[in-house]
């Protein structure tokens, strides 16, 4: 893999701490993505502060339940954490009256979850909750829906295994996170309302970075967009009818297709082009139909 540059005076700017799940669901993606944007570590599993390879950043590896409180507090200037932890967050500390403010940066699309009640499947999924115990990790985004909905109902504090509650006689009902919903299935459950949707964000303290900081951030931002924005996209390349060159680019998804010169023919011509959406079997018969060949759809690694 090609080394990319070193960032200018890395070893003279402030420097960055982004604070980041240790180990768990966020910890893969986040690594991924940061790595994408050219920013290496040399992680050891034990070393819970891992320095960045050629980058003024530093990596503090906690559990993703400290992160927002960490950004919050000022210790860590940037985040990775899911919007369900850090609104439990910012809930808990509004109630205790501790700092509870930071910048939202960028969604991640990744960590896509759903924070949802779910009563026994054989129970009336429209039956009320007034009065029933409810099991959760998240009590105050719980209490916060409750309240909205005008809904009397107790919420149980559990730390994990909160589908285990309904059976094991503790609660009612649950409030937990859901994703393939194959948690809530495998322990006689069914979703009844969602109340929060969730994913990963970079979020970051509040307040004016340093100088030295805010560029390194901003260089990061740039990358990340460059990324994200590469994984929306796709290169479709073709070869064209000359003659119906005007209905192919018609049916593109794409602003301005290049085409180019065949240097066997002239009755056709290669029309490239970059597509913010991904090309679909239809589109692609159509193309088909209209005397197409060759046709591909590649992914985008790296866009600026
Ligand atoms: N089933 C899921 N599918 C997708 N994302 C999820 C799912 N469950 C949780 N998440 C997201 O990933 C985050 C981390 O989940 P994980 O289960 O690793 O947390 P944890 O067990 O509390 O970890 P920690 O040890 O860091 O406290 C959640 O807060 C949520 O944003
Ligand atoms: O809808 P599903 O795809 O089944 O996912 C839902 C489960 O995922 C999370 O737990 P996780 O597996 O991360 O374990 P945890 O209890 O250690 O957080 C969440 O707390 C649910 O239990
Ligand atoms: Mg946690």
Redesign the pocket.
């Known amino acids: 893999m090609t080394q990319l540059p070193p960032f200018p005076d890395s070893g003279r700017l402030p420097r960055l701490k982004i604070a980041m799940q240790k180990s ?2 966020l910890s893969d993606d986040t690594l991924k993505l940061l790595r994408a944007c050219g920013v290496r570590f040399n992680l050891h599993e034990a070393r819970l502060m891992a320095h960045a390879e050629d980058w003024p950043l530093d990596l503090l590896r906690v559990r993703d339940d400290d992160i927002p409180g960490l950004v919050m507090d000022g210790a860590a200037d940037l985040g990775v954490v899911g919007e369900n932890v850090l609104e439990e967050a910012r809930l808990e500390r509004e109630v205790a009256g501790s700092p509870a403010e930071y910048r939202l940066l960028r969604p991640l699309d990744f960590g896509h ?1 759903r924070l949802s009640i779910a009563g026994r499947a054989e129970e009336d999924r429209a039956a009320p909750l007034d009065g029933k115990r409810i099991a959760t ?1 998240y009590p105050y985004l719980l209490r916060s829906w409750l309240k909205r909905e005008g809904i009397q109902a107790t919420p149980v504090m559990l730390t ?4 285990v509650a309904p059976r094991a006689g503790l609660a009612d009902a649950i409030c ?11 322990n006689g459950l069914r979703e009844r309302e969602v109340i929060f949707r969730s994913q990963a964000q970079l979020i970051a303290r509040p307040g004016a970075l340093d100088a030295g900081q805010q560029a390194t951030l901003e260089r990061l931002l740039r990358r990340l967009d460059g990324v994200q924005q590469a994984r929306e996209s796709k290169y479709i390349m073709l070869h064209a009818p000359v003659g119906r060159l005007e209905e192919v680019t018609a049916l593109l998804p794409a602003a301005h297709p290049t085409v180019l010169r065949l240097g066997h023919t002239d009755a056709e011509v290669a029309v490239h082009a970059v597509s913010t959406e991904n090309l679909f079997w239809e589109t692609m018969e159509d193309l088909r139909e209209l005397g197409c060949s060759n046709i591909l759809v590649l992914p985008i690694e790296k866009m600026l």
Do not use: H, K
């Open positions: 768990g669901r979850c990790s994990g295994s909160v589908e937990d996170l859901v994703s393939t919903g194959g948690t809530l299935e495998a």
